[in-house]
């Protein structure tokens, strides 16, 4: 397979994985949780379950399909440099899909909370959607615990893209800013919760540098490798 075909295998697999991911991400949130209010939140999730339990399978689906995108990279960027090549997959596969299997249990665990019934029934609603809202919440600082991965693979990546001499080298240097904005937002998640959405906001222009690269990849695929001014 050319590398041009590698290329466009990985960043196609990287757009369908990140776009199926992104319903549980993004949209479910933007749809169904009410900030400040557990017992609207848990209102929302009982009367749309159907769409709460498309959000856990898409979790699930993207977690699967984002094993390979590291591995689709691997094949793309090995000869570049292995070593980095397989530090890239440790920490962007191994390290990370294991944490979104685990974040579709504590969803399962809020979605039982808001449907109430069974062995529920000891449980008033008011102590159901506080009990619902620490699962949301465990569920979200999972996510922030994740962001340290989803930040330190660009590492290696970044520096594997910037040696590759068939993709440019401002994605490499770009990706790289995005793993210090996702480190960035996983901090002050922890730290200063109160400006997480802040850094968030303002770190968008670095974490762009990873949607630029997987199009890039799937567009415009990579050119055939050149001899370095080294002579290597």
């Known amino acids: 397979m050319s590398l041009g075909s590698k290329a466009r295998v990985a960043g196609l697999l990287y757009v369908l994985a990140s776009a199926v991911g992104v319903v549980r991400l993004l949209i479910v949130p933007s749809k169904l949780f009410v900030h400040g209010d557990a017992a609207a939140t848990v209102a929302n999730i009982a009367a749309h379950e159907w769409f709460f339990r498309v959000g856990i399978a898409s979790e699930l689906v993207g977690a699967v399909l984002w094993f390979f995108v590291p591995i689709a990279l691997y094949r793309l960027l090995n000869d570049v440099d292995h070593e980095l090549a397989v530090l890239m997959v440790i920490l962007g596969a191994v390290m990370q899909v294991p944490l979104f299997f685990v974040n579709s249990a504590t969803d399962v665990a809020t979605l039982q909370l808001a449907r109430g019934g069974d062995f529920f029934g000891a449980i008033d609603a008011p102590q159901r959607a506080a009990l619902a ?100």
């Open 133 to 232: 809202m620490l699962f949301l919440d465990l569920h979200h600082h999972i996510d922030l615990a994740n962001a340290i991965f989803w930040g330190l693979w660009l590492v290696p990546y970044g520096i594997l893209v910037y040696r590759s001499n068939f993709l440019p080298r401002f994605l490499g240097v770009w990706l790289i800013g995005a793993c210090l904005a996702w480190l960035a937002f996983s901090a002050a998640g922890f730290l200063f919760p109160d400006h997480e959405g802040a850094v968030y906001r303002w770190s968008q222009p670095l974490m762009l540098g990873e949607v630029v690269t997987m199009l890039w990849l799937a567009i415009a695929g990579a050119r055939e490798r050149r001899p370095s001014s080294d002579g290597n």
